[in-house]
């Protein structure tokens, strides 16, 4: 019991039904524990969700601050950094807006705005994440159910490439695995639970079964799988590292469910064939369709990630990397990428709002990034902050400001406010409105002069 942390008993207030801001589960059962306008305790949240709730003081971006001659950031006011910001977006040949995966779907709007007015490339971490996933739904198909048919319908749940346990620690306990739902009564004991992992992780130790194929052998053991759905005899002894009667074992496990689930992440994505790993794995789904239902679903990183993509190809027809260069929206995928642009040094201006790319680039990424002015928009300094010329610091979504997300599956979830934010901060939103505000005000002035 070394470990034991006694529950908190000392607050002035409770607010139910909050909604977390961390991974893509959205868990909006949360009771936040409110004392002196703090959230000093976080009931049904997991470790990773409270900690970024009860958030560290110490690391909070509290004031604006401008990089000055000298190299070091300087407190400075509002308006100051703002026109500061603005004047910098607006002289930008090549800007990139990157980010907005923990920020709300009404920060993003105002963001595409300005992303269209001044001809910039908007983009978020599905560039470094689930962006092959969704090149694959763009080959492939989509065949996804939301999380509540799979709590009430799946007798099946394979995670493959997902370490749940890890990264979305409530997903097998509130969707998944554990819940007993409308068809499945007895929760945990009506279903199986598969994970093909290279590692016995800690998702692996939870499941029925454990199919521990090599590294980078996703393709090849899919493709075994697909077929013996066919009817097909496999010619090799081993597929990936897996003897072949297990394989067929499997598949024939896979067939005989009544409702399958696949959940997939970084495995497949980040793996070599990428989005050719994600291309098959869907096409095992559609297969599998012929015998019985099967659904699959990305286990989307950030809790507002999957937003951003829905938002974007709502409004330009295309999830990621949309460039506005022209005048309209263009998507290419290795050329108008973030990673690419600034890979091929192409970008002059970054604006980064919610992520960390500083922590998250690769090395070539980042050398360019501190080569370039970088506007950031966040709420705890990081190694992006160390590398920023503007700092504005904003406000905590589902926490001190409301704002709407979606969840990995599509569901759209209003996050409710539930403390003040700090003075001297400012609403996402706000800030990017301002911008936006002082840009076309810019726009305009060198309009007039140029008609003179
Ligand atoms: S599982 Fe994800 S959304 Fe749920 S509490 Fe944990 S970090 Fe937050």
Redesign the pocket.
Known sequence: MANYEPPVTDYDSIVENC?????????DD?DYLIKDGHVVGVR???????S?IMEDMDQRLLVPMIRGEDGELAETDWDTALDKAAELIAGAVRPIFYGWSETSIETMHHGLELGELVGAVLDNQATICHGPSLQAVQNAGYPISTLGEVKNRADMCLYTGSNAMNS????MA?YSTFPRGYFRPRGRFDRTVVTLDPKYSDTAKMSDIWVGFEQNGDYEFYNAIRAVLKGKKLQKEFISGIPKEDVEELAEAMKNVQFGALFFGLGLTHTLSKQRNIDIAIQMVADLNSYTKWILMPMRGH?NVNGFNIFMAFETGFPYGVDFARGYQRYMNGETNTIDLLTRKECDVFMVIAADPGAHYPGGAVKHLAEIPVIQVDIHWGPSTEIADVVLPGSFVGVEVGGTSYRMDGVPIWMKKAIDKPETCRDDEWIIKEILERVKTIKAEQGALASK
Do not use: I, S, V, Y
């Open positions: 909604t977390c801001a961390f991974c893509g589960c959205n868990c949360l049904h949240a997991c470790r990773l969700g409270a970024k979305h620690p409530r997903h509130r809790f």
